[in-house]
């Protein structure tokens, strides 16, 4: 959420959501409640959801090609912290994708900025 003016309001939001995904009532109802605009909601909804859906930068991953390779078929499917999704359609096991992996999160968290 680095990407707003003001990050803490985001998170905000982002948490008002997240409530009323598991409340189970209308919008109006929900921010009637919350003492909040029906406006602000969508408003805010809809910024979250496209901030979520920029796509980051390529990050190069190597792994080294003396790795042992199983022929097992594997549909994996991981979500990093931030939102980031890896899928895997391979054939492989521990000692491929657990290098792969590990590069992706390292590359991952040098990313980040505070």
Known sequence: MNAFP???????WGERIGRFDD?????AEFC???GYSVASFY???RRLRQAACE?????????????EVSVVPANIE?????????????HGGPSVFGP????????TDAKETP
């Open 32 to 34: 009637q409640a919350e």
């Open 100 to 107: 792969l992996l590990a590069a992706v999160v390292a590359a």
């Open 23 to 27: 409340a189970g009532t209308t919008i």
């Open 6 to 12: 003001n990050p803490e309001l985001a998170r905000q």
């Open 78 to 90: 991981i979500e990093l912290p931030g939102g980031a999704i890896v899928r895997l359609n391979a």
């Open 43 to 45: 408003q805010w909804r």
């Open 55 to 67: 796509l980051p930068g390529f990050i190069a991953v190597e792994v080294p090609d003396n790795q």
